[in-house]
């Protein structure tokens, strides 16, 4: 099993892919890792050392909030995490923000594809 | 900053990392990875306490420690700058404490003097005639008020009374009210024991009964209740204590024992005597407006009824918080203003304060803004510096407050205290304690929005490169502070030129000669039975004479009517034979002054001419009076009255001399004409007793009672004053009030001159360059000398010019308690400009001297 490099990430992003996950919905901190390692094919490896800071950064500043539940077809209790309305504004900002950043980066590094 | 989200436990932390790993493992183990499974997962988990520790600091530094951490640097910031620390705070206790201990004073003194009264459904009648302002009503206005009267549901009636109390203890001279049988049940006035009067118990012939008020339960009898029922001996009959007046209620003023008042039939006729408190209750639905226009609706029917005697005098009715406070009204108003002023000049001195520390300050904001300080973290810092001033400001006023009131409290003697029936009740007021911390926060706001504002809008690069000394910045700063230190001046001025204007005013009061000796002179009531013959009388006094002159500490004593001072005279009608009437057609009046030989020795009255009265102005000689010099003076200008005879009811007297003048109310009230016959010939069963001690009148009070229980028993004895407790009376609201003020005054005085000398100073400390290049073109020192002084001066300028105006506004609402001074005066304002301007100039001149010594060179390349 060959090794893909790992992308490191940009400053600020963890929290918004965070919050965008959970648009689908509550989840624990391990289902939230699972999923954007899932969804980005396995490239984004999420630090668990900056995930949990970072859930609980997300937590204090109410954008999303944590209890322990047990999950329908679970033995256990887990904590999960689901979006306040606070943080379903604050991703749509992040995101749109995002997505200007993106495409403006775009240009310039390929301007050919631009005209 | 999300203080109320709950921070979960350090082992809710940890479960749910373990969690994780467990998740990640049985995953892992799924897969077939099944004996690697949790080392895998732990390694990587990468550092779990690593992780743990993290998450931790999440929450951590938002909390406790970061507030911690604030609260350090705002004391280490504060300890760093203890002038500023300590002046700001004393600025502000001093204006905190200040306005609590005179806002105390509002509520018992002016808005609720009787709190166990349903004060606001009371009304008071006042009768006010081109001679009276706030006179006592005729029983005849009682009567057509009581019948006319539709927004009053019921009218009562209080005099003044005195009387003697006899039992096997002595004889006690007691004060109190007559009152109207319906008065109590008016009022609603709470009762500790028994029942109020009633309908009947003032029929003329109905059996006597009295109620007592609460203090005098307590301290004559002890609280007992066996008093009840029981009789005691008022007067001379025998009257059964029916109830006692709730604790603590003191109507109209502070009082002994109360009996009903019984008019004769035919009062509702009479028209000219004045002995009547009228009060009412408001019907139900009417308002005081309503009760005023119905009482001038009846004193307009009545001086058409009785046009001579009732002409010219009005009824209104007022609220009941108003009896009393006429006085005090005058007091407090003005001191309310001052106070607010005072205020005003600790919150813009601290604002000033603050702004000077934020603009020394820009250089260190600025480094901190560049290390990546947030903006919000500054103001927070600069917030709980703010606080730390306002708590400790705060702390420390309520303290002075608590000792303010104490002072004002202890200041004023028990015989002014005794018309206020609020004045024991003063303590620190619970609204002016929450006004004082509403002010404490605005000024924390305030004095900690401004620096924030300003801190948080600087400009990294301009105050780095150049210092902190930009011209640009400072400038603004300092126009700024230029208004605060403007006003500042115009406050000090005000106060300073209002406590001028009283403590001359009081001083006028004190040097005034009230024309009586007020050292070594005990005074008190005195009263015999109704029913001793008037040989007896003479006897009792002519006894007495000897036996109070035998007695150690004592030189002599003196019968009379009233005590000069007192405020408690009374009037006596005569004639002039060969003089014309005065044209209204009334008798003409004077002051009724019955006095033993010893009287003038006793009081220091002097003879101006003729003689006084002497032993042999005995019953069946001569009838003999003495008149003042004011009397003399009017009815006999240019003449020698003595030997010219006057009539008194109908019997010629003959003036045998003039005596100098007496002021028997205040000094500030007109002179009267007065009348002293011989108490012989005029044998007084009520009056007063002047005795003249040979040290502290006030020690020889036991002496005094001692002499008269053994002598005359049958004659009672009450509120025993020193002459200078009489003065004091009259002075001591002002004496007060004065003091007060000139505190006040130096306080803003002080916080004025602070605030000038910061400004130009740092202003110089700011233009240390742009002076550096003056000098260097050839500026002189003068030149700088005068440029600098020359703006402190100018701003100190502009606020005597606004302080001026605002001193004579607020002279005007002091006018009333002005003496010999007049409050449009300009002297006042304008030598206190004076003074303040010197000051000023001082304070100017040390910045302005640096200045001018400036080193260009230096300076330069700073």
């Known amino acids: 099993m060959t090794r893909r490099e790992k992308l490191e990430l940009l400053q600020g992003t963890l929290d918004m892919m965070i919050l965008k996950t959970l648009i689908f919905g509550p989840a624990h901190g391990r289902g939230i890792a699972k999923h954007i390692q899932q969804a980005t094919d396995d490239l984004l490896q999420v630090e668990h050392g900056s995930l949990y800071p970072a859930l609980h950064r997300l937590e204090r500043q109410g954008l999303i909030a944590g209890k322990w539940e047990t999950a329908p077809g679970q033995k256990r209790e887990l904590k999960y995490y689901r979006l306040t309305a606070a943080g379903r504004r604050q991703l749509h900002a992040r995101e749109s923000k995002w997505r200007a950043l993106v495409q403006a980066i775009g240009r310039v590094m390929q301007p050919a594809a631009e005209s | ?862």
């Open chain 2, 1 to 862: 900053m999300w203080p109320f989200r709950r921070r979960p436990s350090d082992a809710e932390i940890a479960r749910e990392l373990r969690d994780h790993l467990e998740l990640e493992a049985e995953e892992l183990r799924a897969r077939g990875a099944a004996r690697a499974a949790p080392l895998d997962a732990r390694r990587r988990f990468g550092n779990l306490a690593l992780t743990t520790e993290a998450v931790r600091d999440v929450w951590r530094v938002a909390h406790v420690d970061q507030l911690w951490q604030d609260v350090r640097q705002g004391w280490r910031a504060l300890r760093h700058s203890p002038v500023y620390a300590v002046t700001a705070t004393i600025t502000l206790a001093l204006g905190i404490g200040a306005s609590t201990a005179i806002f105390s004073l509002g509520d018992p003194l002016i808005d609720r003097p009787f709190p166990l009264l349903p004060e606001s459904r009371l009304v008071w009648i006042v009768r006010r005639s081109p001679s009276c302002a706030s006179c006592a009503s005729t029983p005849a206005e009682y009567a057509a008020l009581s019948r006319a009267s539709r927004a009053l549901s019921a009218v009562g009636a209080a005099s003044m009374w005195r009387g003697t109390l006899r039992d096997a203890a002595g004889s006690e001279l007691v004060t109190g009210y007559r009152v109207s049988a319906n008065l109590f049940s008016l009022l609603q006035a709470p009762l500790a024991v028994g029942r109020g009067f009633r309908a009947g118990d003032d029929a003329s012939g109905a059996a006597p009964v009295t109620v007592l008020s609460y203090a005098f339960w307590q301290s004559r009898f002890h609280a007992s209740p066996g008093v009840l029922d029981s009789s005691i001996t008022l007067g001379g009959t025998p009257h059964r204590v029916i109830g006692v007046l709730g604790r603590d209620l003191v109507f109209p003023t502070q009082s002994d024992a109360y009996l009903p008042l019984t008019l004769p039939p035919d009062a509702a006729n009479d028209h000219t005597a004045q002995f009547l408190d009228l009060f009412g209750r408001l019907a139900p639905g009417a308002t005081v407006s309503q009760a005023r226009a119905e009482a001038q609706g009846v004193s307009a029917a009545l001086a058409r009824e009785a046009p001579r005697t009732d002409s010219g005098a009005v009824l209104a009715a007022r609220p009941l918080s108003e009896f009393h406070t006429d006085d005090l009204r005058l007091l407090v108003l003005p001191l309310a203003v001052a106070v607010a002023l005072v205020l005003l000049a600790a919150c813009v001195s601290v604002a000033n304060l603050a702004l000077a520390r934020t603009s020394v300050r820009r250089r260190e904001f600025a480094v901190r803004a560049a290390l990546g300080g947030r903006r919000g973290r500054l103001a927070r810092l600069l917030a709980t510096e703010a606080a730390f001033i306002a708590i400790a400001g705060g702390a420390l006023g309520v303290l002075g407050a608590a000792w303010g009131v104490h002072a004002m409290r202890d200041t004023v003697p028990a015989s002014f205290a005794a018309f206020a029936p609020g004045w024991v009740r003063m303590g620190i007021d619970g609204r002016a304690l929450i006004f004082t911390l509403c002010v404490c926060i605005g000024a924390v706001i305030v004095f900690a929005s401004l620096p924030i504002a300003r801190a948080t809008r600087v400009d990294l690069a301009s105050v780095l490169s150049d210092g902190g000394r930009g011209s640009a910045g400072g400038v603004h700063g300092t126009r700024l502070r230029s208004v605060l230190v403007i006003l500042e001046v115009s406050v000090a001025i005000v106060l300073l030129s209002s406590a001028a204007l009283l403590t001359r005013s009081v001083r006028n009061m004190r040097t005034g000669d009230p024309g009586v000796r007020l050292d070594n002179v005990l005074t008190m009531h005195f009263s015999l039975p109704s029913d001793v013959a008037d040989s007896a009388k003479r006897a009792v006094y002519r006894h007495l004479d000897e036996r109070l002159g035998e007695a150690p500490g004592i030189v002599a004593a003196g019968f009379a009517t009233t005590t000069p001072l007192s405020n408690n005279f009374q009037g006596v009608a005569f004639t002039i034979p060969g003089q014309p009437p005065p044209a209204n057609g009334q008798p003409n009046g004077a002051i009724e002054q019955d006095v033993s030989p010893d009287y003038a020795r006793v009081m220091g009255v002097r003879v101006l001419r003729g003689r006084g009265i002497g032993a042999r102005d005995v019953a069946g000689s001569q009838r003999a009076a003495v008149i003042n010099a004011y009397m003399a003076n009017r009815y006999w200008p240019g003449r020698d009255p003595v030997g010219e005879t006057i009539t008194i009811g109908g019997d010629p007297w003959t003036i045998i001399g003039v005596a100098s003048n007496v002021y028997h109310g205040g000094l500030d009230e007109p002179l009267r004409s007065e009348i002293d016959r011989p108490i012989d010939q005029v044998p007084i069963a009520t009056g007063d007793l002047e005795v003249l001690t040979t040290g502290d009148p006030s020690r020889a009070k036991d002496a005094v009672r001692a002499a008269i229980a053994s002598a005359e028993p049958t004659l009672a004895i009450g509120s025993m004053l020193t002459m200078r407790e009489m003065e004091a009376r009259h002075v001591s609201a002002f004496v007060l009030m004065s003091g007060v003020l000139s505190v006040f005054a130096a306080v803003t005085f002080v916080i004025a001159i602070v605030g000038l000398y910061g400004v130009v100073a740092y202003g110089v400390a700011q233009r240390t360059r742009e002076i550096g290049v003056r000098i260097a073109l050839g500026a002189g020192a003068r030149r700088i000398l005068r440029h600098v002084a020359g703006g402190a001066l100018r701003l100190t300028a502009v606020g005597i010019v606004i302080g001026c105006a605002g001193a004579l506004f607020f002279g005007r609402l002091l006018t009333a308690t002005l003496y010999r001074v007049t409050a449009s005066d300009p002297t006042t304002p304008l030598a206190v400009a004076g003074v303040l301007l010197l000051v000023a100039l001082a304070a100017a001149i040390v910045p302005a001297w640096r200045a001018a010594r400036v080193n260009p060179v230096i300076a330069l390349r700073e």
